[in-house]
């Protein structure tokens, strides 16, 4: 039974001459799992926002939306609220209510329903969604992971026929985001709900998808089987931003050029690769990679701990990062990643051990002068260091703070957003400015300050596939310019195509500084899924690229039994 | 940030006493202050006091719980030390201070004062600890459900904030703005944080404001929910507090509690009633603490007999 079905809907925002959806018609069946994807303003959340009526945008709008026959505008309010569930991107900022046992009967609530039939239907959320142990906790007192969670539960005790998901998993780590999804395909399988979910992380997502929609300015470009993307998408130049946000096993599968079928998760690609391609030439040819002599910065045997009563965080942690490198610190969630950059930035102090930046004992640098010309960190959340309205006000402010002459002002603003690709937006309010943009813009306001070091917390968070390939461009960009780079990240894909060395975190202490090539292929679970791919099959083969490369070198097997 | 998160329970949880309905809870606590706040009589004074002291030290930790008591006994002592400054009134004066008399009647009365301040303070303290605010919002909710919704909301932002800040103080930081040694330059920092943190709590707003939409909010007449249940004990609670007060009250009323200070300390009469009232008045102040001892040997019981 059709649920959805969408009928030429056009849609243009007040005061934009193009509109924003063209000509969109499609329909979605029953008990179908849709996702969505395209490129940051391709219109792929207004649309999704377009059927939910509570939330649909002001604007003019052509066309027509059917619920299970009926036109969306046309049922009453009650239904429209409880047929259609929404869940928003940012975890935080759904939650209305302060207990979880409340946020979990909010929504029953409103629907007015009576106080039995809430009872069960809270009772059996927590149940279903494994709420029961913080069910009486405060919100507050919550890990992003399980706010997520709860906002889904909370969705989802109305007992919704279709569900709607604007990138539900952007602001959670790996481990929440895969227990997330888990849960949407749960959703799915057990209870044949229908689910539209718009997302740019597909690795995860790709092989449990019904059909995958491909949007591109306001049009939907391809929508078939996950299995039909790759080839659908042969036309796209590679570097299109769109296909760095596809699975790996898809990645390079398109890339080779490939006409068969298409393998979606890491065991198909194995499997591709063992029947496909020959491992004659198993490894590549690395140069061994030379850090300069010189030392950034280094850490020896600090400790922290955040009160006395608490366990360390940090255990004898010791690190050296040389000049002009890119350093990723990766490790899980809640490790103490953040508190060892708090530790190196000066915020807080270890309780053992030392911080030397650039030779000088951190503790040395009195008043400002660590933060002057040497060393800023930028945090996980780039809206914390706007204060102004605009962005040029911002970066003015901190020009008068870091006392350059009037004179200079300008010419070191254009600098910075040249170099950041946003000089067009020095008038916009930065909150106005898209995820990817924030960060840009964030990194700006750090490099006015001419820092030698720049620390990053997670600096690839909630940003989309092109967003990042743009992010990795800058910290090219800023090594070529001599800057220390130190990244912490649980972004394993990010690490290995773009750090010189990384190391793992783990029980307060650092791990293994090697690399990307040695670094991952020394690990089985914690490693990308391109080597996963390829594992056994080639030796040393990282990201994508390389195993593409590999593939390449080899060349076809059936070309070589032939001849 | 996640790293620095903790969790603590709720404050009310694991407190024997906590389990009663709110609405019990309330009448209870409202029954013993009005008694004590009202009756002006050394003998229920003592024992609310006494009562208050022990149920809030059974339910906070040692160091927590001295620690009140540290400040709360100095300022209850200069109290009435320093009542007999004010009034001097009383017919036995113990010496002269710049001429006016500092009597035994004004300094009892002082003493009368400070023994109700610190039985108040103590109570009110249990009240905070066992009435939480969200038992408080179900109590009010069905009356008042657009208000306690508010209260509810406001309940969520304020962490929010306080954990927005201090993210943003942090950043700040991080670029050196706020390492400025002098107080104006902080000041100014503070004031910088904290407007733009009001931009992020509008936009924080809109969001959430778009998810209570989204979940039906607006859409007609709202139900009702929460996690108390009201059952015999709850019941049991408030006709024992009702009865106990009752008695004290009739007493008050005919006079059966009245005391005078001055000019010379006069207690009415004992009588069968003040016994009585006396002995209802200490049943209804230990009732808690007994209950909180009770509850915790029988989980010890519990423990050693598995």
Redesign the interface.
């Known amino acids: 039974m059709e649920i959805l079905h969408i009928e030429h809907l056009n849609f243009t925002y007040p005061g934009v001459e193009t509109p924003t959806l063209r000509d969109l018609s499609f329909s979605v069946e029953e008990g179908e799992f849709i996702v969505i994807c395209g490129a940051s303003g391709c219109g792929k959340t207004t649309l999704l926002r377009l059927l939910?009526r509570?939330?649909a945008p002001h604007g003019t709008l052509s066309g027509e939306i059917l619920f299970a026959g009926t036109p969306l505008q046309q049922l009453d309010?009650?239904t429209a609220?409880?047929e259609v569930?929404?869940v928003?991107q940012?975890p935080?900022?759904?939650?209305?209510?302060?207990?979880v046992?409340?946020e979990l009967?909010?929504?029953?609530?409103?629907?007015?329903?009576?106080?039995e039939v809430?009872?069960r239907r809270?009772a059996e959320m927590a149940s279903f969604f494994g709420i029961q142990e913080w069910f009486?906790?405060?919100?507050?007192?919550l890990?992003?992971g399980q706010k997520q969670m709860l906002?889904l539960a909370?969705?989802m005790a109305?007992q919704p026929s279709v569900l709607l998901l604007d990138e539900p998993t952007s602001q959670l780590d790996p481990i929440a985001a895969a227990d997330f999804i888990a849960t949407l395909r749960k959703l799915n399988r057990e209870l044949g709900l229908t689910i539209l979910l718009v997302e740019h992380r597909l690795e995860e997502v790709f092989p449990i998808a019904d059909r995958v929609m491909v949007m591109d300015q306001g049009q939907i470009t391809l929508f078939s089987p996950p299995d039909k993307i790759g080839r659908g998408l042969a036309h796209l130049p590679a570097e299109h931003p769109l296909l760095a946000g596809l699975p790996s096993a898809v990645r390079i599968f398109q890339a080779l050029g490939r006409e068969d079928d298409c393998p979606l998760t890491v065991r198909d690609g194995r499997q591709f690769l063992k029947q496909n391609y020959s491992n004659r030439i198993d490894s590549l040819e690395i140069p061994p990679y030379r850090h300069s002599e010189k030392v950034a910065l280094e850490v020896r045997e600090a400790w922290f701990r955040?009160r006395k009563e608490?366990p360390d965080?940090v255990r004898g942690a010791s690190l050296k990062v040389y000049e002009g490198e890119i350093f990723c610190i990766l490790g899980g969630?809640?490790?103490?990643?953040?508190?060892l950059l708090?530790l190196i930035?000066g915020?807080s102090k270890p309780y053992r051990g030392n911080i030397f930046i650039r030779g000088k004992k951190s503790t040395d640098y009195g008043?400002?002068s660590?933060?002057?010309k040497n060393l800023?960190?930028?945090?996980?959340?780039p809206?914390?260091?706007?204060?102004?309205e605009t962005l040029r006000e911002d970066l003015e402010e901190?020009c008068r703070?870091a006392k350059f002459p009037r004179s200079e002002w300008e010419a070191r603003i254009l600098r910075v957003t040249q170099l950041l690709g946003i000089s067009h937006k020095l008038s916009s309010h930065p909150?106005d400015l898209s995820g990817g943009e924030q960060q840009k813009a964030a990194i700006a306001?750090?490099l006015l300050?001419e820092p030698k070091i720049l620390?990053m917390d997670e600096p690839t968070k909630g940003i989309d596939a092109g967003a990042k390939t743009a992010l990795a461009q800058i910290l090219q960009a800023l090594k070529k310019e001599g800057i220390t780079l130190l990244i912490v990240t649980h972004d394993v894909e990010f690490a290995a195509e773009y750090a010189d060395r990384c190391a793992l975190f783990f029980d307060g202490e650092l791990l293994s500084s090697d690399p990307p090539s040695l670094f991952f292929t020394g690990n089985n679970f914690y490693t990308t899924a391109a080597n996963r791919i390829s594992r056994g099959i080639y030796q040393n083969a990282v990201t994508c690229g390389d195993v593409v490369r590999l593939c390449r070198e080899n060349g076809v097997k059936e070309a070589q039994n032939e001849g | 940030?996640?790293?620095?998160?903790?969790?603590?329970p709720?404050p009310s949880?694991g407190f024997a006493f906590a389990s009663f309905h709110p609405a019990a809870l309330l009448c209870y606590f409202l029954g013993v202050l009005l008694i004590a706040m009202f009756s002006l009589n050394p003998g229920i004074a003592l024992i609310s006091a006494l009562g208050g002291l022990l149920f809030s030290a059974s339910l906070q930790r040692p160091g927590v719980f001295w620690g009140s008591i540290g400040y709360l006994l100095p300022l209850s002592l200069l109290i009435a030390a320093v009542n007999p400054l004010f009034n001097y009134n009383g017919a036995t004066p113990l010496f002269h201070l710049n001429g006016k008399p500092y009597t035994l009647e004004s300094l009892l009365y002082g003493v009368l004062i400070a023994v109700t301040l610190i039985a108040v303070f103590c109570w009110f303290r249990c009240y905070s600890l066992i009435l939480t605010?969200?038992k408080f919002l179900f109590l009010f909710g069905r009356i008042l459900p657009q208000i306690s919704l508010i209260l509810?909301?406001a309940?969520?932002f304020i962490?929010?904030f306080q954990?927005?800040y201090q993210?943003?103080r942090?950043?700040?930081?991080?670029?050196?703005?706020y390492?400025?040694?002098r107080f104006s330059d902080r000041f100014r920092a503070e004031i910088?944080?904290f407007?733009?943190i009001l931009?992020?709590s509008l936009?924080?707003a809109i969001?959430?404001a778009?998810?209570?939409?989204?979940?039906?909010?607006?859409?007609?007449?709202?139900?009702?929910?929460g996690?108390f249940h009201f059952t015999l004990r709850d019941g049991l609670l408030i006709g024992m507090t009702v009865l106990l007060v009752a008695i004290s009250l009739v007493a008050m009323g005919v006079g059966a509690l009245d005391i005078s200070f001055f000019p010379a300390i006069q207690p009415a009469p004992p009588s069968f009633l003040s016994v009585i009232s006396y002995f209802c008045y200490s049943f209804l102040c230990f009732t808690p603490f007994v209950y909180e001892i009770k509850e915790k040997l029988k989980w010890k019981f519990f423990i050693s007999s598995i």
Request: charged content about 25%.
């Open positions: 939910k509570e939330l309010d009650r609220a409880r569930g929404f928003l940012n935080e900022h759904q939650i209305a209510t302060d207990k046992w409340h009967s909010f929504g029953l609530e409103n629907l007015g329903l009576p106080t809430i009872r809270v009486r906790k405060d919100t507050a007192s890990s992003g906002n909370s969705v109305a955040y608490l965080v969630n809640g490790t103490g990643k953040t508190t708090n930035a915020l008043g400002n660590l933060y002057r800023a960190l930028l945090p996980q959340d809206q914390t260091l706007f204060i102004q901190l703070l909150y306001k750090m300050l620390l | 940030m996640e790293d620095q998160e903790l969790t603590l709720a949880a605010e969200d509810t909301a309940l969520r962490p929010l954990k927005q993210k943003v942090a950043a700040q930081k991080g670029m050196g703005i390492s400025a040694k910088r944080v407007s733009s931009v992020w936009e924080h969001q959430t778009d998810s209570m939409k989204a979940r039906g909010y607006g859409s007609g007449k709202r139900g009702h929910f996690i």
